[in-house]
C-alpha cells in the first residue's frame, strides 16, 4: 500500500502534464473553501465533480510497475459506487411503488408544517427524508399524535436542510442503510426539540421504539 | 396467494399455509370483520406494534386480507377486512393444490377424489 502511494508520488512527479493535475486540484480545494463561506449547495458539488476528475486525471498519469495494483484499488472504487448506484435505484423503485398522491390528510399537514410531506402506503413505521423530500408511512402517522408527527417531521426537515446537495443526499441516504450518522440524527433531535417541543418529541420517541433511545436523549440534554 | 414452498402437511390447522402469526390476525379479522392495527394490536397484545405491522403489510400483498385508507384532514388511518371468509379460502387453497396435484398425476388424483366423494 505505501509502496503504491509512493509510486503514485513519483509518477506524477515525472509526469509531464501534471500541471493539468495541480490545477485541478487547487480549483477543487477553492470551491471548497468558497463552500465554507457560501452554504451554496453548487458550490461543494462542483468541487467534488473536480475531485473527481482530478482522481481520474492522476490515475491516467500512472506509469511505472506499481500502477497496476492502483489501477485494482481504483476498480474496487468503482466497483462499490456502482453498487451503491444500484441499491439507489432499487430504493427509488421501493419509495416510488409506496408513494401515496393526493392524500388529502398530507396535503393539511403539509399546510400546517410549511413543508411538503409524502406519505408512504405501509402498516410499518417509517420516517425518512430522501432525496430531499420527507416521506412518513401510514403506520406513523396512525400511531403518534399530532405535536408528535410535528417533532418527526422536524427531524426530518433538518436532514433535508442540511445535506449539502442532491449527489450527497443520495449516497448519504444510501450509505445510511448501513451505517448510522448519530452526530447528524442528534443535531436534527435538538432543531426538532426547539421546533417542536421536547416533550412531543421524547414521548415520539419512545413510541417509536428508536434503537439508540437513550443516546439520544441524553443528546437532547433530557 | 398461498405459497406452495410454504405449505407444510405436518404442521396443525392453518399454521400448513400460514405462519402462526398470520393464523393470528386472519382469524382474528374473521371473528371482528374489520378491524385498525391498533385494534388488532389490543387483541394480540404479546407481539409488538412493528411485528403486526409487518404481518399485516404481508397479508394484504399476497391478497388475503383487504385494507381502505380512510384519509380526512384531521385523520388517516387503515381499516382492515379478510379478502374471503373462510369457506372461500378453503376452496381457494383446495383449487391449487388440486390442480398441483392433478399437474403431476393426471387423472388418479380425480379418481382418487371422487372415491371420497362417494364415500361422504
Known sequence: MLE???????????????????????????????????????????SQIVTSVALVEGFLQMSCPMAGYVW?????????MVLLGLVQVGFDRHIQNLEIEGSRFSRNLSFELGTDIYLLDTQKIKAY??????????????????DEI????????YHVRNTPNRFMANTLAVA??????????????????????????????????????????KGIGA | MVKFSRINIESEGLNKFFSPNE????????????????????????????????????LVK???????????????????RPAHTKAE??????????????DTFGDTVTDTFGKYKKKK
Open chain 2, 62 to 80: 399476497s391478497g388475503f386480507v383487504e385494507r381502505e385508507l380512510i384519509d380526512t384532514e384531521s385523520k388517516i388511518k387503515y381499516i382492515y
Open chain 1, 4 to 46: 503504491a502511494i509512493e509510486c503514485y508520488f513519483s509518477c506524477i512527479a515525472r509526469s509531464n502534464t501534471n500541471f493539468i493535475l495541480f490545477a485541478l486540484v487547487i480549483i477543487a480545494l477553492t470551491m471548497g473553501i468558497i463552500f465554507l463561506f457560501s452554504k451554496k449547495p453548487n458550490h461543494i458539488f462542483l
Open chain 1, 129 to 146: 427524508s430522501y432525496k430531499r423530500k420527507i416521506y412518513l408511512s401510514v403506520g406513523l402517522l396512525e400511531l403518534l399524535e399530532p
Open chain 2, 89 to 102: 379460502m378453503g376452496t381457494l387453497i383446495s383449487e391449487r393444490v388440486i390442480e398441483s396435484l392433478i
Open chain 1, 150 to 157: 410535528k417533532a418527526v417531521a422536524a427531524h426530518e426537515l
Open chain 2, 23 to 58: 393464523v393470528r390476525i386472519l382469524q382474528l379479522l374473521w371473528e371482528k370483520e374489520k378491524s385498525t392495527s391498533t385494534e388488532i394490536n389490543e387483541c394480540i397484545n404479546d407481539l409488538s406494534l412493528a411485528c403486526i405491522a409487518g404481518t399485516l403489510d404481508r
Open chain 1, 72 to 80: 485494482i484499488y481504483l476498480g474496487l472504487i468503482s466497483g462499490a
Open chain 1, 176 to 217: 445510511s442503510l448501513w451505517f448510522k450518522s448519530y452526530r447528524d440524527d442528534i443535531k436534527a433531535d435538538r432543531f426538532a426539540a426547539d421546533l417542536a417541543g421536547k416533550e412531543n418529541l421524547i414521548s415520539a420517541l419512545r413510541k417509536l421504539e428508536v434503537s439508540n433511545f437513550k443516546k439520544r436523549l
